[in-house]
């Protein structure tokens, strides 16, 4: 008698539960979604974007709207390098929008970006907006971002800033300057790291404009303890240096 009981009870409840869907469900379905709020505000992504990328995905009520599609239209947005979206009740869907921060160009004319964290993403900047160039084989943004950022502080005591960072594909380092000149530091090397070198570029940076043949066009350090100038061609002179 007891096992009948129970299940007499659970047939009850799962008939309960069954009546509920049936007579909730449509009900569901008829809850409007009265608002969209990003609970942030937003310097790059622009509101008129959002809107247009959402549009279509927004038709239906607040249970029905597919959160998951709203998340994936809004990060093919050119600035948006990550989203979250969820509902708020009662009639609402909130929206929190993590943009990219660009530091530099990537590439020659590729129309490209690299953020914070070295990645690389298709967006276009105000020409005003000045940044550093950085280029190199694909895969390495993260690693020339970081030799960028080390380069910077090995240099800061001239008071010249990075205009470009490059690796070439054989990984030899080539950076200019905001002047225009060029400093060839070559592959790292566990005798004569980098960092070594372009702090001997640092120590002599000062004596450079002072040699007779004027301001050297790009400077060669890819000598273990040495340097090499470069001139104008119309000048025809490499002068050698040694520490």
Not at 5 to 19: C, M, R, Y
Not at 54 to 59: D, S
Not at 141 to 159: D, Y
Request: aromatic share 6%.
């Amino acid at each position: 008698m007891t096992a009948v009981s129970d299940l007499l009870l659970l047939a009850a409840g799962a008939a309960l539960l069954v009546a509920a869907v049936i007579w909730g469900a449509p009900r569901l379905r008829l809850i409007p979604l009265d608002e969209v709020r990003v609970t942030h505000e937003l310097r790059e992504v622009q509101r008129s974007e959002i809107e247009e990328s959402l549009e279509v995905l927004l038709r239906g009520s607040f249970f029905t709207v597919n959160l998951e599609a709203l998340r994936l239209s809004l990060e093919q947005l050119p600035w948006v390098r990550r989203a979250e979206v969820w509902r708020k009740w009662p009639a609402r869907i909130d929206i929190n929008i993590e943009e990219h921060q660009a530091v530099a160009h990537w590439g020659a004319g590729s129309g490209e970006l690299v953020n914070t964290y070295g990645e690389v993403f298709a967006a276009s900047l105000p020409e005003e907006r000045r940044l550093p160039r950085l280029d190199g084989p694909s895969g390495s943004s993260v690693e020339v971002l970081r030799r960028h950022e080390e380069f910077a502080r090995i240099l800061k005591p001239i008071g010249q800033q990075l205009a470009q960072v490059a690796l070439s594909p054989r990984l030899a380092w080539v950076i200019e300057l905001e002047d225009g000149m060029l400093v060839e530091l070559g592959r790292e090397q566990a005798k004569a790291p980098l960092q070594m070198r372009l702090q001997r570029f640092v120590d002599y940076y000062p004596t450079l404009s002072d040699t007779r043949h004027g301001r050297p066009l790009a400077v060669d350090m890819r000598y273990p303890n040495g340097f090499a100038l470069r001139f104008a061609a119309s000048a025809g002179h490499e002068v050698k240096g040694k520490k």
